[in-house]
């Protein structure tokens, strides 16, 4: 059985950081592709960072230079680095994998299979 797990959400003044982890299970993922994407309160879910088995990364525009993606194959653990936090930051984060190798990785929702339960972000002015 698959499972993500998200942890290291919090609340932050703007300019400040945080580490997002997912820990994943049951599941060689290192292999296919694995994102974050962000969900606002009334948005559509989007990514905003995604690698793939070959650590290539990409990065909405929104983050370019502020976050970072990155994993550990060895302890299976996907991380998201964020520095700079500002209030558009805001929402709930999500760790998201493919089951398989689809080719390039995209920020489409629907080429994703795995989901975790989320972290909630809040960046205060």
């Known amino acids: 059985q698959v499972q993500l797990v998200e942890s290291g959400g919090g609340s932050v003044q703007a300019g400040g950081s945080l580490r997002l982890s997912c820990v994943v299970s049951g599941y060689s993922y290192y292999r296919y592709c694995m994102s974050w994407f962000q969900q606002a309160p009334g948005k559509e879910r989007e990514g905003v960072a995604r690698i793939d088995s070959s650590r290539i990364v990409s990065y909405a525009e929104s983050v370019k230079g502020r976050f970072t993606i990155s994993k550990d194959n060895a302890e299976n653990i996907l991380y998201l680095e964020m520095n700079n936090l500002q209030p558009g930051d805001t929402a709930m984060y999500y760790c998201?994998?493919?089951?398989?190798?689809?080719?390039?990785?995209?920020?489409?929702?629907?080429?994703?299979?795995?989901w975790g339960q989320g972290t909630q972000v809040t960046v205060s002015s």
């Open positions: 998201a994998a493919t089951a398989f190798d689809p080719g390039p990785c995209t920020a489409a929702k629907s080429q994703y299979d795995y």
